[in-house]
């Protein structure tokens, strides 16, 4: 059996009519802007939420990153806010808004306060819940309507994915991150490559890494076309949770029954992709899908190079991005970077870009944004001295939310700007401007498009 | 066992109505709900943004359109052109129309997406030939007190003034209304015992 299978059957309540399974949601995670339809709609109903003790709230997509004073600005952020607070409290949802120490991103926040777990399906209306799955979790994204049925019942309508492992071997090279690692994925299987599959990630490049940087990885499972993403519960899984707010307090005698969420020896995977991760390169996006990558020492694909059915995306993304096929990646002159949300706004990403940052001034014309994912990353921050060593290169230091991710709040870009991004999505429109441009990269590696101006390969820095 | 508040609500085995003829080919949802309403924070006030763009000037006055046409204030039953509800696929869509009081969409074709995101929210799509559609059309314009019903067990839509043709719908969906399964939310308590069971089984969050 593998860790899906597992996590499955004991969250399994009955096979429905239509043949599709009944899962049970063991952690519901809500937020402003999807939750508020589907509130009204049980509502409507007289439904009450069944399992409040299980659904916890934070708001994150539209909160203002400058001033958090209420009412917000835009009056429609404001409307959520409003929304959500009376929601919570009208069901007894407990949440964690701006000032409780404890706001942020829903991705981020989840882990950091332990409410994530290994073996336990989660569930949230934002399509990067896959994240959770760096903890042997279930990450479910999910829409309004099917948020609607987890507040009515605690469960929602499932089919069981298929299972792809991906073996990443070997030990990474300096300058690659776990970014560079999914971003290589997604560019290799393709956007719908994993449409059908969880993908569990394994081998010894991901043992390697810390759980933030699984995070990483896990995050952007979707973008890759995986309805999941995990990798299976080890010791710094339990030693991350040890002492976090919500964690059981006696850790050491649930570690065990934790660690028993694996994959059997011998499984039979449904697919095997095997990647060499001594062979990695920092990546960039260059088009208008985060499939659309490449090493930061390659060139943009020409058509012919492409398989067909990607070749009308590509003239797409040649003509919004105006770049030409044939073009290198490196030296493209960028117009903002920012450096957050939930792919890339944890403590671990910031003392990363930070290593690179200290001692060097951004850019003359770049604009810079760091926003750090929660309230607990930036307190983390300040009290390493990090929001100085930003603020002294020039960077912006911001309050936690989603930011540039999606531009739902004031932080955007204006015109055809660029921007070097440590976020998860490059779609047209996606940082506020119908015109702007997106080049997806790790944290390290827009801190260093920021100080140079342009998008640089970070293997070649003193660091 | 059915949670108190939802028994017998799920079953659909007709729709009566007047009709609303709109019987243009590829009507897209953004024609259906223009994309800067979806921002809205609850479905409730959607309807009145169902076909905004067409049904309002630049300065907010009436055009012509049969949503603002008062002979068909009041009817349930829109009849469409094909390929009904294409484009992007938001759920925003067929709740505007709802909201607006639609309650069953009768077309030659619709958009897969757009007939799925209907069906969940108990809103059948049924189909009929584009001749019969321009005959029950012709019938809704000449009368618009024309009562239409749409029998799904049946497969058949009737006006009151004795007209009749067959029609057609995806037997999976037409299942689902007959059997209340189109509500996931109803589907889903009726195995309120063993949520229950599974909840308790399971290790607390807290
Ligand atoms: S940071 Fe971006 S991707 Fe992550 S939850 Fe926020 S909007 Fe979604």
């Known amino acids: 059996m593998t860790l899906l299978d597992k996590v499955w059957e004991l969250h399994k309540v009955a096979t429905l009519p239509n043949g599709q399974d009944q899962l049970f949601i063991a952690l519901h995670l809500v937020h402003e802007v999807t939750s508020p339809q589907a509130f009204q709609m049980i509502e409507e109903r007289g439904l009450p939420v069944l399992f409040p003790e299980r659904t916890f709230a934070t708001s994150d997509h539209i909160v203002p990153t400058d001033s958090k004073a209420r009412p917000f600005s835009d009056p429609l952020a404001e409307e959520m806010m409003a929304a959500l607070e009376r929601n919570v409290k009208k069901h007894g949802i407990e949440a964690f808004f701006p000032g409780s120490g404890y706001q942020g991103i829903v991705h981020v926040i989840g882990p950091e306060l332990g409410l994530t777990r290994p073996g336990i399906t989660i569930a949230c209306g934002d399509s990067h819940t896959s994240s959770h799955g760096a903890f042997g979790a279930l990450g479910f994204g999910v829409g309004t309507t099917q948020i609607r049925d987890i507040l009515a019942t605690g469960t929602m309508a499932l089919s069981k994915p298929k299972v792809r492992r991906i073996e990443v071997t070997g030990t990474l090279p300096k300058g690659v991150y776990a970014k560079d690692i999914i971003m290589t994925i997604i560019a290799r299987l393709g956007v719908n490559g994993g449409l059908g599959y969880a993908y569990e990630y394994g081998g010894s490049a991901i043992q390697a890494l810390g759980m933030e940087e699984r995070l990483t990885i896990c995050n952007m499972s979707i973008e890759g076309g995986a309805r999941v993403g995990y990798v299976e519960p080890d010791e710094k899984t339990i030693q991350y949770l040890r002492g976090r707010p919500f964690a059981p307090k006696n850790i050491d005698d649930v570690a065990p029954y934790w660690l028993s969420f694996r994959s059997d020896p011998g499984t039979q995977y449904d697919d095997v992709v095997v990647i060499d991760g001594k062979t990695l390169e920092p990546m960039v996006s260059w088009g208008i899908n985060p499939g659309q990558a490449i090493p930061v020492s390659g060139r943009i694909p020409s058509p012919q190079e492409l398989p067909p059915n990607e070749r009308d995306t590509a003239e797409k993304a040649y003509k919004h991005m105006k770049f030409f096929p044939g073009e290198p990646i490196e030296g493209k002159k960028i117009d903002v970077a920012f450096i957050g949300s939930c792919t890339n706004g944890r403590i671990t990403d910031l003392r990363e870009a930070a290593r690179i940052v200290k001692g060097r001034k951004k850019a003359a014309h770049v604009r810079v944004y760091v926003v750090p994912g929660s309230e607990q990353v930036d307190a983390q921050a300040r009290k390493e001295g990090l929001d100085t060593l930003f603020r002294d290169a020039g960077f912006e230091w911001r309050s936690p939310g989603c930011s540039m991710c999606l531009a739902m709040n004031p932080d955007r870009l204006e015109g055809e700007e660029i921007c070097a991004s440590s976020s998860n999505r490059n779609f047209i429109g996606r940082q506020g401007s119908p015109k702007g441009r997106t080049l997806l990269m790790s944290p390290a590696m827009v801190a260093a498009a920021a100080i140079a101006g342009e998008v640089v390969d970070i293997r070649k820095w003193e660091i | ?206």
């Open chain 2, 1 to 206: 066992m059915t949670h108190p508040n939802l028994k017998n609500t799920s079953i659909i085995e007709s729709v009566k109505g007047r009709g609303i003829p709109l019987a243009e080919n590829d009507v897209d949802t953004d024609r259906i709900i223009p994309a800067r309403y979806l921002k809205f924070i609850t479905f409730e006030g959607l309807g009145a943004y169902a076909f905004y763009d067409e049904r309002f000037d630049e300065q907010g006055k009436p055009k012509s359109h049969p949503f603002n046409d008062p002979r068909y204030s009041g009817a349930s039953i829109l009849l469409a052109g094909a390929n009904f509800g294409c484009g992007s696929s938001r759920e925003h869509a067929p709740q505007a129309l709802y909201r607006a009081g639609i309650r069953a969409i009768v077309a030659p074709s619709f958009a897969e997406i757009f007939a799925g995101n209907s069906t969940a929210i108990g809103m059948p799509t049924v189909m009929v030939s584009s001749l019969h559609l321009d005959t029950l059309i012709t019938l809704v314009t000449q009368n618009p007190s024309t009562e239409i019903h749409i029998d799904l067990k049946n497969k058949t839509l009737t006006t009151s003034s004795g007209w009749t043709c067959p029609v057609d719908m995806n037997e999976g969906y037409r299942k689902a209304f007959l059997e209340g399964s189109w509500d996931s939310t109803a589907v889903l308590l009726a195995n309120l015992e063993l949520i229950r069971k599974k909840a308790a089984e399971l290790p607390s969050i807290r």
